[in-house]
């Protein structure tokens, strides 16, 4: 079996891309509060810090700075994870399972990438607030209400018509399709 090797700092910033087994769904978005909720459970007992982040309805992006002393991200994926899809199969919604009886919501591994400095920082900031255009979900950054980005505008950061308005059809952003 592969061991990945993981960059942990305590304290750290890090930037996460986190999805869905199944690509196509829209859990995610369908159940925004109940994945708030999630967020705010988990970092009651590890407090974490959100810098940005944007709700897909298949995959989020989320940067977050790690406490203090505490470098133990994979255990706040896990938790986040575990938390909404016992949040969601409470609800009633039904989840879909492995054959041998785990839940199958969201993919085992997820993308991680340590923040460097302030410029690569503000870059994930920038493409984490750029996202929903990006794969077409909205025409316009602020359009979108699962993200951070209206949190910047409100703090003055940001412009509400930052990233400009993109034409009907979307370019190639380095991304495969899926």
Same mark, same amino acid.
């Given at each position: 079996m592969v061991r990945y090797r993981r960059n942990l700092i305590p304290g750290a910033t890090y930037f996460f891309t986190v999805a869905l087994q199944d690509r196509r769904a829209t859990t995610l978005v369908d159940h925004v509060d109940l994945l708030r909720s999630s967020f705010a459970e988990v970092r009651s007992a590890q407090?974490?810090?959100?810098?940005?982040?944007?709700?897909?309805?298949?995959?989020?992006? =989320?940067?977050?700075?790690?406490?203090?002393g505490d470098s133990d991200y994979p255990r706040l994926w896990r938790r986040l994870k575990g938390r909404f899809t016992q949040y969601v199969a409470a609800s009633g919604v039904p989840v879909p399972r492995f054959g041998? %009886?785990?839940? =199958?919501?969201?993919q085992r591994r997820y993308w991680e990438h340590t923040?460097?400095?302030?410029?690569?920082?503000?870059?994930?900031?920038?493409?984490?607030?750029?996202?929903?255009?990006?794969? %077409?979900? =909205?025409? =316009?950054?602020?359009?979108w209400p699962h993200s951070s980005f209206h949190h910047f505008v409100r703090e003055g950061v940001l412009p509400p018509d930052w990233g400009g308005t993109m034409p009907n059809s979307t370019g190639a952003f380095g991304e495969p399709s899926v």
């Amino acid at each position: 079996m592969v061991r990945y090797r993981r960059n942990l700092i305590p304290g750290a910033t890090y930037f996460f891309t986190v999805a869905l087994q199944d690509r196509r769904a829209t859990t995610l978005v369908d159940h925004v509060d109940l994945l708030r909720s999630s967020f705010a459970e988990v970092r009651s007992a590890q407090p974490f810090r959100i810098e940005a982040l944007v709700v897909l309805p298949e995959h989020l992006h =989320a940067l977050i700075t790690m406490p203090p002393g505490d470098s133990d991200y994979p255990r706040l994926w896990r938790r986040l994870k575990g938390r909404f899809t016992q949040y969601v199969a409470a609800s009633g919604v039904p989840v879909p399972r492995f054959g041998d %009886g785990r839940y =199958a919501l969201w993919q085992r591994r997820y993308w991680e990438h340590t923040i460097r400095d302030t410029e690569d920082f503000e870059r994930h900031v920038d493409y984490i607030h750029f996202n929903p255009v990006k794969h %077409g979900w =909205a025409r =316009a950054v602020v359009d979108w209400p699962h993200s951070s980005f209206h949190h910047f505008v409100r703090e003055g950061v940001l412009p509400p018509d930052w990233g400009g308005t993109m034409p009907n059809s979307t370019g190639a952003f380095g991304e495969p399709s899926v």
